[in-house]
């Protein structure tokens, strides 16, 4: 009788040891995945950030003269002299 229940309680500590062992793994999988993912939501704030800094240039008048630039529009009077190659 008493072989039987030190078994039992053999068993039943080593499946819980296993268990202990088997969430001592899934924890330590969940803290690496969490510091990526803290990780990637830093670059995710700087990307928004640097997206709300580049909405409030498009809106200034800067930009505006830089894309009518790049699209070879001028002022009214204004001339382009090029050097000749």
């Known amino acids: 009788m008493i072989i039987t229940i030190s078994a039992v309680v053999m068993a039943f500590c080593i499946v819980m040891g296993a268990q202990m062992i088997k969430k001592f ?10 510091k990526k993912l803290q990780t990637q939501y830093k670059k995710e704030l700087e990307l928004s950030e640097e ?7 498009v809106k200034t008048d800067d930009y505006v003269e830089e894309m009518a630039r790049n ?15």
């Open 25 to 34: 793994n899934t924890l330590k999988e969940l803290q690496e995945q969490e």
């Open 71 to 85: 699209l070879g529009l001028l002022y009214p009077n204004e001339v382009i002299f090029k050097p000749e190659d």
């Open 51 to 57: 997206l709300k800094d580049k909405e409030e240039y």
